[in-house]
């Protein structure tokens, strides 16, 4: 008889001991939504900067502003190539 | 016991177990429904829509990017001044008055007013502090190079659900990988119905669409749509395309057709435009077709470069009917080079009739004539061979010199292709490799697909187009110090039955340089009004573009 009791007692204290954590745990992590949602408003920031800098950048950097901007400065396509293409040396030549 | 014990006993038995019935039937058989009520009570599911893949040329510049736009929504009870209110939107929104109104006239909680409202626009309504004005933010395509490649690209439009689809191109071919997974997730509401959390189970199944990293040049592209352009413009064309491969892997560099259209703004521009004439047009290629057959001819055996035609001193007549070169003059004895050199087409009937039927299609076939390309764009159509049984003897003729079959200009670039690359016809393909979300990248190997002609064919054969951009009707144009193999097509159109000899479909075809080819290029010029002949209108652009292409590989030109 004094087995079963002792069981009894024993799953009896698990339980007790078990909610208690519960409790203390459910206490603890209430008040975390506030800082939950700081923390999803300051990730969502973040995203909305990142898309906006990227834009920019992405507007800026492509090849048709890239192309205006240097007609707009003056520069203009290059005409003819100059290489130096000879079976002997340019020092040789001489 | 007594009978009355006995009855209480019974009785307070069956109250409790019609109890637990009671309770397994809401907790077991119920649950779900209930459990649904009840998040309906304290929060609403919201759908989670994925960043949409990017879409990046090989150096990595998103040519397809998404930029965050707003949904305006309304709700019609809260608003206050309902006509205020509709004719300050209506002026801020650039929108009309009518519409805005009938939104905020509406008997609901919920209606959305405006889509794709930008951040500036948002920062101005938000300083007015209207009530029962709200926005929702999502993702828009944004396009930093504005409207290039637009057809290669396509577009993202809706599908019947209201979600975003790709439409053509690439868009559409890649649709699924792009567009990612839908996620859900539950905005909790307090007593009032306010959120009291942005989001709850947030990792509910949204994964963001992959991007594609593409074999497009961005530098390339953007050299041959300024030049192709130009070229439609100075040579008064209809339209013009012009499609650039690296023939070792398959891989497309560039691919522009003009006129296009703006993805940004789609529904302005006719659907015909959509469409990527480079895979889904379909021409008689006329002399650009030369090369294939005399290829085929040469790999058989059955010609020499130095073989004479004994049939070229005059038209030839096949069925009945007369066929001519293309400035009636004709050349007694012209060897197999000078055939291609001057474009001749009784020299190709010539070929032609040497090859035969059977072998003719058999090399058709290994070369890609009368089917798909096999290239990763959606749309891309072709004209399927004709039975063996329904070619005439005139039809083998004019197919030797590129009349009376239908391609497209990707069927002829991937052949010409294949004859740069040594005689290995490989698959076209426009993305290099597929980037996760989490920055893996799963690269896309190329594919050989046939190989209709030995190396030293093709060696011959590119010997044979060198000398006919060195010494043929387009040679005013070539690059000195250069070797680049080519071909011009000038195709009559055929219209109601007959040719129309004045106008033209003008093409130049070729790769440079010629003994280790960097690229193969093909220019269509549609209908152009200042001269009728590739030579002269096709060819300038053609060399136009590879001479900027061979300065961008820092490939310098040789003393001749």
Redesign the interface.
């Known amino acids: 008889m004094k087995r079963p009791a002792r069981i009894i007692g024993i799953l009896v204290l698990t339980v007790i001991m078990l909610s208690t954590v519960k409790i203390y745990i459910a206490n603890s992590v209430a008040t975390s939504g506030i800082m939950l949602g700081k923390m999803e408003e300051e990730i969502g920031s973040l995203k909305l900067q990142n898309s906006i800098i990227s834009e920019k950048l992405y507007s800026q950097s492509s090849l048709t502003q890239v192309y205006s901007k240097a007609q707009e400065l003056g520069y203009t396509d290059k005409k003819s190539d100059y290489v130096i293409s000879s079976q002997q040396s340019v020092a040789l030549k001489q | 016991m007594t009978w009355r014990y006995k009855t209480a006993f019974l009785g307070i038995l069956v109250l409790f177990l019609f109890v637990i019935i009671r309770l397994f039937y809401w907790q077991v058989v119920k649950a779900s429904e209930l459990s649904q009520l009840a998040q309906k009570q304290y929060g609403t599911t919201i759908k989670l829509t994925p960043q949409r893949g990017l879409i990046k040329t090989s150096d990595g510049?998103?040519i397809a990017?998404?930029?965050?736009t707003y949904l305006l929504f309304a709700n019609p009870k809260e608003v206050k001044n309902k006509e205020q209110t509709s004719a300050y939107l209506a002026s801020v929104l650039n929108t009309n008055l009518a519409s805005i109104s009938a939104s905020l006239l509406q008997d609901k909680f919920w209606v959305p007013v405006k889509y794709g409202v930008s951040?500036e626009t948002k920062q101005k309504i938000e300083k007015e502090n209207l009530s029962g004005i709200g926005f929702d933010?999502s993702y828009d395509r944004?396009y930093?190079?504005?409207s290039?490649a637009a057809q290669v690209l396509g577009f993202v439009g809706k599908d019947d659900q209201g979600s975003d689809k790709g439409y053509f191109g690439l868009e559409g071919y890649y649709d699924r990988l792009l567009k990612g997974k839908e996620g859900l997730a539950i905005e909790v509401h307090d007593a009032f119905g306010r959120p009291?959390?942005?989001?709850m189970n947030q990792s509910a199944g949204e994964v963001d669409g992959q991007n594609l990293i593409l074999s497009i040049d961005?530098?390339i592209q953007?050299i041959a749509e300024k030049k192709l352009k130009q070229g439609i413009d100075n040579y008064g064309a209809i339209s013009g395309m012009v499609g650039i491969m690296e023939p070792k892997t398959g891989q497309i560099l560039a691919m522009a057709s003009f006129p296009n259209f703006d993805q940004r703004s789609y529904q302005d521009f006719s659907d015909e435009l959509y469409k990527n004439p480079f895979i889904s047009d379909l021409y008689e290629p006329g002399s650009t077709f030369k090369p294939i057959v005399m290829s085929s001819a040469l790999n058989s055996k059955l010609v020499k470069p130095d073989t004479k035609c004994t049939a070229c001193a005059g038209p030839v007549t096949v069925s009945d009917y007369d066929i001519h070169t293309w400035n009636d003059k004709y050349i007694p004895n012209i060897t197999m080079t000078e055939v291609i050199q001057h474009s001749d087409n009784t020299g190709m009937v010539f070929v032609a009739q040497k090859l035969g039927l059977d072998r003719m299609l058999d090399y058709l076939n290994t070369f890609g004539i009368g089917q798909t390309s096999g290239i990763d764009l959606q749309g891309e159509v072709f004209a399927p061979l004709r039975p063996k049984n329904q070619w005439y003897a005139v039809d083998l003729a004019t197919t030797g010199f590129g009349q009376g079959i239908s391609v497209t200009p990707i069927e002829i670039l991937n052949a010409i292709s294949t004859i740069a690359n040594g005689g290995t016809r490989m698959e076209p393909h426009m993305v290099e490799a597929i980037e996760s979300p989490d920055g893996s990248l799963v690269r896309i190997p190329p594919k050989a697909l046939d190989s209709p002609i030995t190396s030293e064919t093709a060696r011959v054969m590119t010997e044979i187009m060198v000398n006919a951009v060195n010494k043929g009707e387009a040679s005013w144009v070539r690059l000195k110090?250069y070797r680049i193999a080519g071909k011009t097509g000038t195709a009559s159109i055929p219209i109601q039955g007959h040719y129309d000899s004045t106008q033209t479909i003008a093409s130049f075809v070729g790769f440079a340089p010629a003994d280790q080819p960097k690229f193969v290029m093909l220019v269509i010029l549609n209908r152009p009004s200042t001269s009728i002949y590739g030579a002269e209108t096709a060819a300038p652009i053609f060399f136009n573009i590879a001479k900027s292409i061979l300065?961008y590989y820092r490939i310098?030109?040789?003393?001749e």
């Open positions: 510049f998103p990017s998404n930029k965050i951040l933010s944004f930093p190079e504005a290039m009291i959390l942005a989001k961005r530098s953007f110090g300065e310098s030109p040789e003393k």
